[in-house]
């Protein structure tokens, strides 16, 4: 199959940054399979740190639940659900602390309408739909961009939502950790030395979102130079 080189140097971009991705997953994964043989000092699970931590802000209308997989704990502002993963749910651990109190910031956005979080969730569906369609988009956009360049603008355009998407993503990310560092440190979940790998394994979490949206910027620019230096 033939690729442009417009395309082509468009796939090296994906394939660099995939790369970095990779690395960064795999270190974020090696730390927390680390944090997650140590034990915390107050001996709580994270079901019940996840508790204890909406308990002290005054949430009492988020359900906690148990999820599936590996790190795929996640907080869904229109259920208002906390769902935390196997190895989090019910293990006592600086992993499992740090987790369910990340996912419990985001359930303190969301009862505080953090601005941030507000926005995000109002661009889902649009993210969603733009995400289902602007590869194609794309796609014909560089075939066709001699004849129809409207259509790589189109293109660039849903590729601009979704990129504006992982940009949002990155202040509710951190907020959510610190959040969850401060309240875990001032709720004494954790000692010192416990507390400095629980932030550590956050900052490999947001390094994750700071990857994606760096790719997608350096797409997007890639995309929009293509269609500047286009031929008439």
């Not at 390094?207 to 949206?213: N, Q």
Request: glycine share 6%.
């Amino acid at each position: 199959m033939y690729f442009s080189p417009e395309y082509t140097g468009l796939m090296v971009i994906g394939l660099i940054f995939a790369v970095i991705g990779m690395i960064v997953s795999n270190t974020l994964k090696k730390r927390f399979k680390e944090y997650s043989k140590i034990p915390i000092r107050s001996g709580l699970t994270g079901r019940e740190v996840a508790e204890k931590m909406l308990h002290d802000n005054g949430i009492h209308d988020v359900k906690i639940v148990a999820g599936r997989g590996m790190l795929t704990d996640h907080y869904n502002p229109v259920t208002k659900t906390v769902s935390l993963s196997e190895p989090v749910f019910g293990t006592n651990s600086i992993a499992s602390a740090a987790v369910a109190a990340h996912e419990c910031g985001h359930a303190v956005q969301h009862a505080q309408a953090y601005r941030w979080l507000t926005l995000r969730s109002k661009l889902v569906p649009v993210v969603q739909f733009s995400s289902s369609i602007m590869q194609w988009v794309i796609l014909l956009g560089i075939v066709f961009i001699s004849s129809f360049p409207q259509l790589l603008l189109a293109g660039i355009f849903l590729f601009g939502l979704t990129t504006l998407f992982s940009i949002i993503t990155l202040p509710v990310e951190f907020d959510a950790s610190k959040r969850a560092i401060a309240w875990m440190q001032k709720a004494n979940i954790v000692d010192d030395r416990q507390w400095l790998k629980a932030k550590n394994a956050l900052n490999w979490a947001a390094s994750t979102y700071v990857v994606a949206a760096l790719s997608s910027i350096a797409s997007l620019l890639y995309l929009v130079m293509i269609f500047l230096g286009r031929r008439d």
